[in-house]
């Protein structure tokens, strides 16, 4: 829910912007900053203001230096897969560009917000504002569709299932955008991408009307009238541009183990947050590895997704169960799934790295004190 910023609090807010006449809109607040939807430079300059408080509870030498890398670590990431400069000053003068022959520089112009200020020392960075929803609402929105239509705890229709695959490799792709760019987002969720509205300008059909340059001309209201307008891809439609935003934990990586944690970090976000779609996210593994729009096609990917199922054997939570067999209370067995009931009535048929741990005075073929982690 995002709320004006009332004049009294605007004196907390960092230099320049404490006494800026410019509008101040309080979208977001997290543990480690404060998103504002403001101008800046120009009115017409919409701008996203995230603004890093100091830490009370953290000592004064430490918030600096840790405020200070952690704004030039999130610029320099925006500024290398854009490849603009930061812009300072009323003048557009880029003081910041990427290096030239910069592995990723400028391979995700369009997809990632520019950079258009910073003060590291104030704690303060300004990035282009983004229009649109989040992908966490469009997939929401539609699944609420679905259920109002009828469609019950299922994907629903046809059209709906094919939409969302859509989206979903369109997020495979723009990942593997990110990590071909040799960057790692650090916190991949549906919250940190956003629908972009696709806008489009009409032909001009001034001269198809039967009109030329010698035919009397409307000027004034009705000249601009007659211009074609702008339209604008609806807000319930899954169209659009995919953008990544939030890059407060990106670093730069290309480590396959990196990309792979990556991926498995958007895996658990999505399995959370949309339970109903979870059996999709395959198509964001598939668009990763074998989407055009990837950078990570071919062997590349198919290394990563490789290396994805070792971080899913690492990253599950261990189970500590204990096997009754025949006597005792018969409840923990509830916690085995299906047919692991019975592979487990034989200690050598235990799933590989399985770990069980025996009483010293345990009978053979006795497990019933036996403990398992898994």
């Not at 609090?9 to 543990?31: K, V, Y």
């Not at 019950?152 to 695959?165: P, S, T, W, Y």
């Not at 030329?212 to 007659?226: K, L, V």
């Not at 702008?230 to 990586?253: E, H, K, M, Y």
């Amino acid at each position: 829910m995002t709320s004006p910023v009332p004049p009294s609090a605007r004196e907390r807010l960092p230099i320049p912007f404490n006494n800026s006449p410019e509008p101040f809109e309080l979208i977001a607040q997290g543990a480690e900053s404060l998103l504002y939807k403001t101008t800046f430079l120009s009115p017409s300059q919409p701008a996203a203001l995230k603004i890093r408080p100091v830490k009370k509870w953290r000592h004064p030498t430490l918030d600096k230096r840790l405020t200070r890398a952690r704004i030039l670590a999130e610029a320099r990431v925006l500024v290398k897969l854009s490849g603009e400069g930061i812009v300072a000053g009323g003048g557009g003068r880029k003081v910041k560009d990427p290096k030239k022959g910069d592995v990723g520089a400028g391979g995700m112009r369009g997809l990632v917000p520019g950079v258009l200020g910073l003060d590291w020392e104030g704690g303060w960075l300004v990035t282009e504002w983004i229009e649109g929803g989040t992908v966490k609402e469009a997939i929401y929105r539609v699944s609420r569709a679905r259920t109002m239509g009828g469609s019950g705890v299922g994907l629903g229709g046809d059209d709906e299932v094919e939409e969302l695959r859509g989206l979903l490799r369109k997020m495979g792709e723009v990942v593997g955008k990110l990590h071909a760019c040799g960057v790692v987002h650090g916190d991949l969720t549906t919250s940190n991408m956003m629908l972009r509205p696709l806008t489009t300008i009409p032909d001009n059909s001034f001269e198809s009307d039967g009109h030329d340059e010698t035919s009397p001309q409307p000027s004034g209201a009705a000249s601009a009238s007659m211009q074609p307008q702008p339209t604008t891809t609806p807000n319930d439609s899954l169209s659009g541009d995919l953008v990544l935003i939030d890059f407060g934990l990106a670093t730069q990586s290309v480590s396959d183990e990196d990309r792979a944690v990556d991926l498995y970090v958007l895996e658990r976000a999505f399995g959370s947050t949309h339970p109903r779609e979870e059996e999709l996210f395959a198509c964001v593994l598939d668009a990763y590895a074998h989407g055009e729009g990837s950078g990570m096609q071919g062997k590349a990917g198919k290394t990563v997704i490789r290396k994805l199922e070792d971080v899913r054997m690492r990253g599950r939570k261990k189970r500590h169960v204990v096997l009754f067999t025949g006597r005792g209370p018969a409840m923990p067995l509830r916690l085995l799934r299906g047919p692991d009931l019975d592979v487990f009535t034989e200690k050598a048929l235990l799933p590989k790295g399985t770990q069980v741990s025996e009483p010293a005075n345990m009978k053979a073929g006795d497990t019933s004190g036996a403990s398992l982690h898994c």
